[in-house]
């Protein structure tokens, strides 16, 4: 299992909205750098290419059919440490029930097997409106964005 330095674990936190805001790989690690942050190159050249492979496939959820599972074209391999081998990732958007702003939530469902999209949808939506979570949303819509699988090294 793979283990990150407390600096490479603070700087995946930010590489997503690096990457949003169009900068190369190379601009990003600056950044990073000058922030007290930087690390390994090909570390970092391992994350900015998880994050790249999880926004290009983003999209592609939204076309794929919700009993289908889904294939290795679509899921994104990561070393991240997972408490489980696939984890699903739900964007949750609705209206706060208290303050009725419109909210956006990601959202995490960890699972040893494969199952499909419709399954694991159901499942973060269950487990979201858990009264231990305190989500408040209505109107809401779950939407698939990702699944990572882990790998052993």
């Avoid at 900068?23 to 942050?37: H, I, R, Y």
């Avoid at 997972?82 to 699903?88: I, K, V």
């Amino acid at each position: 299992m793979t283990t990150f330095s407390e600096n490479r674990g603070l700087a995946r936190t930010y590489i997503p909205s690096l990457f949003e805001q169009g900068l190369s790989a190379n601009k990003a690690l600056d950044f990073l750098k000058e922030q007290g942050l930087g690390y390994r190159r090909q570390d970092f050249l391992a994350d900015w290419r998880e994050t790249s492979g999880l926004k290009a496939k983003e999209d592609t959820f939204k076309y794929i059919r919700k009993d289908f599972k889904p294939t290795a074209a679509t899921i994104t391999i990561t070393e991240e440490s997972l408490s489980r081998e696939y984890s699903y990732i739900f964007r949750i958007t609705g209206r706060d029930s208290l303050t009725g702003e419109t909210k956006e939530l990601e959202w995490r469902y960890a699972t040893d097997n494969l199952i499909s999209i419709a399954e694991a949808e159901s499942i973060a939506e269950e487990s979201m409106l858990a009264p231990e979570y305190e989500v408040r949303l209505e109107d809401y819509k779950v939407q698939t964005i990702g699944v990572k699988k882990s790998i052993v090294l």
